[in-house]
Structure formats: C-alpha cells, structure tokens
C-alpha cells in the first residue's frame, strides 16, 4: 500500500492499492484506474484507524485540495509524513501531531523565500486580469497542477474574475462536483475571460495575449513570462521551520528542492532524504 499525500505527488500508476483522502483519490482517478471504486483506501480527515498494528490518521498538509499529511503510530513508535505542508491556508492550514521522526519536503527554504498572504496575491492577480481584459489582451495564468489551478480559479472567482479553464483543470473540476463548491470554468472562446492553463495542457491562444506564471516557482523569477506571482502553494523557509519545531521530532528527514538547506538550518537532528548526487572533494597536498 502507498500514502498518497497530495493529488500532484505521483504521475503513474504503479503503486498498487492507494492511501488517500478522497479528494485526492478523486483527482487521481484517470491516472489510477478508477479513484474510490477501484480498491483504493479512501481515509476522511482527522479520523484514526488500524492497519495490523498500525494506528493511522490523516490530517491536513494545507497544501491544497484533498492535501494531507500521514501519522502512524506502531506500538508506541511515531511518524508524521507530510509531503509539502502550508501552515497559513483560507481553507485547512497543515496540522501537526507530536512525532518520534518526520518525513517533510522543502520546495522552499533559503532565506529570500518568504511570502506575502494568499489574499494580497491574489488580489494583484485579479487586477492584472481586469487590465489585460480592458484592453482585449488575453490574460493567462500558467500554474503547475491542476491541484494548483483549483485553488487560483476559487480564489479568483471569490473576486469577480471572469474564469476559462485548460481541459485538466475543467476535467478535475468536474471530477470534484460531488465533494467540492467550485466555480464554473467554461473552455477558452471569444468571451474575455482569464484562462486559467496547466502548463503541461496544449492551448490554441490567439495573437493577443500575454502568460503570467502563478506557482511559489515565481519567487525566484518568472523566466519566458510576462509577469510572475508567487502564490504561496507550499510554506516558506520560517513557516516550514516552525511548523518542524511543533512535531517535537528526535530525527527529521527532509526532501525537496530546499532540502538541504532546511537540513543546515536544523542541525544534526536533520537528514537529507532524496536520490544520490554528486559529493565535493577538497583533497590537501600530500605530506
């Protein structure tokens, strides 16, 4: 069995019977044959049950829909692994459980990596939008996931902002009508409105219009668009260390893009989780 801790960890198949809430089961459904009818096991929130010895909950990561993070207890021995987390979310910020170790993935972690609230960015979106549209300029809002399209089309909506959506963000809208309160997306036409596009989606776009990323990437510049806005997906490098500091956790294993500088930050108590890479040798003159 595998614990799928957000709809946009995995992009195969192959992971035999999955652990999941059912919002991401949901969203994974094209991609695992079937999603909660398929054998998969569909664990609601802060809801605790066993597997033999395993004592597991699911609590949430705040990374976005369906996000979560796994704590297993087995005979008095605990973990927490989260995956990405956000602690500041308008809908279910990360929770944190007391935890012998934790498993917790750095997208963000070096000291410029801070971000403005939710609600400011996207409040300079929605304007960007509006003058773009005054001026019969397509806007376009280019975004990692679906996962991620989600959350900017709910966002944007709550403003006023006339929505299209690329065909993997409309198909995970729809997929998610029975479990969430989501806004229309209608498919890119004449009408002005902000496409909303998954970068990895294939759009026809007319002559004028002009590409936005919105991703936490965007921190760090927004190279081959327009503009860029950091949407805080995922937490920053203060938010993710103090959220490490609630688990109380002896031993901390980190992955992702920042992880070893997360690592540095926290000392011994800290280690790198990821593939192998290439080592830096200083080697003295010999005596």
Not at 58 to 83: F, K, N
Not at 181 to 197: H, M, N, S
Not at 212 to 239: E, K, M, N, T
Request: charged share 20%.
């Amino acid at each position: 069995m595998c614990f799928v801790s957000a709809a946009d960890r995995i992009a195969v198949a192959e992971h035999g019977q999955l652990i999941a809430t059912p919002i991401t089961l949901a969203l994974l459904a094209p991609r695992i044959g079937g999603g909660l009818g398929a054998g998969h096991l569909a664990v609601p929130l802060r809801r605790p049950f066993t597997l033999g010895t395993l004592r597991l909950e699911l609590i949430p990561s705040g990374r976005g829909y369906g996000a979560a993070a796994l704590h297993a207890d087995s005979r008095g021995r605990t973990v927490l692994y989260a995956g990405p987390v956000r602690t500041v979310d308008d809908r279910e910020a990360a929770e944190v459980r007391t935890s012998d170790a934790v498993v917790v993935a750095a997208p963000f972690g070096e000291l410029h990596h801070t971000f403005e609230p939710l609600a400011r960015i996207a409040g300079a979106l929605a304007s960007w939008a509006a003058h773009q549209l005054a001026t019969n300029v397509l806007p376009i809002a280019v975004v990692d996931s679906a996962l991620d399209g989600l959350e900017v089309a709910v966002q944007l909506a709550a403003l006023g902002v006339p929505l299209a959506g690329s065909r993997s963000l409309r198909d995970a809208a729809q997929r998610l009508g029975n479990l969430e309160t989501l806004p229309e997306l209608k498919a890119p036409g004449k009408e002005p409105r902000l496409l909303v596009r998954v970068a990895s989606d294939k759009v026809t776009l007319p002559a004028k219009a002009v590409s936005a990323l919105v991703s936490g990437r965007a921190i760090d510049g927004h190279p081959g668009f327009a503009l860029g806005f950091a949407w805080p997906f995922a937490a920053g490098r203060a938010q993710l260390l103090a959220w490490i500091e609630q688990t109380k956790s002896k031993d901390i294993f980190v992955t992702g893009a920042c992880a070893e500088t997360i690592v540095a930050a926290l000392g011994k108590r800290a280690r790198l989780l990821g593939p192998p890479h290439q080592m830096t040798l200083s080697l003295g003159e010999a005596s």
